[in-house]
């Protein structure tokens, strides 16, 4: 299974963005996808999950300004991402979990410019 992510890029501070991460697989049916990120010499941390049922989790640096939605019937995961600024600078993952097994993207960039 390959998560492909898309939609970052290089953004104004107080814009928006949108992430997108879809399984290759049709019939993944992961129990959460969600998505992390990584800022130059900083540990990967969580931004946002969401599981199957729809029960969302956020890190507090970003409730408020970020959505996480999904598409089951896709098996796609969104970050919906408003307010940027400086410190949401970083390469954002995303994650699946399916039966124990965890998957990851590869990452995309996402820089927010002053």
């Known amino acids: 299974v390959q998560l492909l992510e898309s939609g970052g890029c290089l953004v104004q501070a107080g814009g928006s963005l949108t992430l997108s991460c879809v399984a290759s697989v049709i019939t993944f049916r992961p129990s959460v996808m969600g998505w992390y990120r990584q800022a130059p010499g900083k540990q990967r941390e969580l931004v946002a999950s969401?599981?199957?049922?729809?029960?969302?989790d956020y890190a507090d640096s970003v409730k408020g300004r970020f959505t996480i939605s999904r598409d089951n019937g896709k098996d796609t995961v969104y970050l919906q991402m408003n307010s940027l600024n400086r410190d949401d600078t970083a390469i954002y993952y995303c994650?699946?979990?399916?039966?124990?097994?965890?998957?990851w993207g590869q990452g995309i960039q996402v820089t927010v410019s002053s």
């Open positions: 994650k699946a979990q399916s039966f124990g097994i965890t998957y």
């Open positions: 969401e599981s199957r049922g729809g029960n969302r």
